[in-house]
């Protein structure tokens, strides 16, 4: 079983960046296809990005490619979001998620979920 903690969150202007670290224990990290989430206030759950064990294949929402990347360090069993050029609407809180075999942009598909970090974007 694997448990997910995120960090990195926080409060900042439109702009901005930030990079969120989720660390990974109790299982074999590079078993596992990484995703990230996030869940605005009075909204579902969307997809942000998605990375395959090895990091060679990633997938991202049109929300945010361009913009957000993520990648994944298997020696440090932690996968990354980095998110440049915040906006207003990227406000919510983020969570990874793991999953074997790709889960890309389902999220009923990953098992396993960190408890989430807020972003606040303010314009």
């Known amino acids: 079983q694997v448990q997910l903690v995120e960090s990195g969150g926080g409060l900042v202007q439109a702009g901005d960046s930030l990079r969120l670290p989720c660390a990974a224990s109790?299982?074999?990290?590079?078993?596992?296809?990484m995703g990230w989430f996030r869940q605005a206030p009075g909204k579902e759950r969307e997809f942000g990005a998605a990375?395959?064990?090895?990091?060679?294949?990633?997938s991202y929402a049109d929300s945010v490619k361009g913009r957000f990347t993520i990648s994944r360090d298997n020696a440090k069993n932690t996968v990354y979001l980095q998110m440049n050029s915040l906006k207003p609407e990227d406000t919510a809180v983020y969570y990874c998620?793991?999953?074997?075999?790709?889960?890309?942009?389902?999220?009923?598909?990953?098992?396993?979920w960190g408890q989430g970090t807020q972003v606040t974007v303010s314009s």
């Open positions: 998620a793991a999953t074997i075999g790709w889960g890309g942009s389902t999220a009923a598909l990953y098992r396993y």
């Open positions: 990375i395959n064990w090895s990091g060679g294949s990633t």
């Open positions: 109790g299982g074999t990290f590079s078993n596992y296809d």
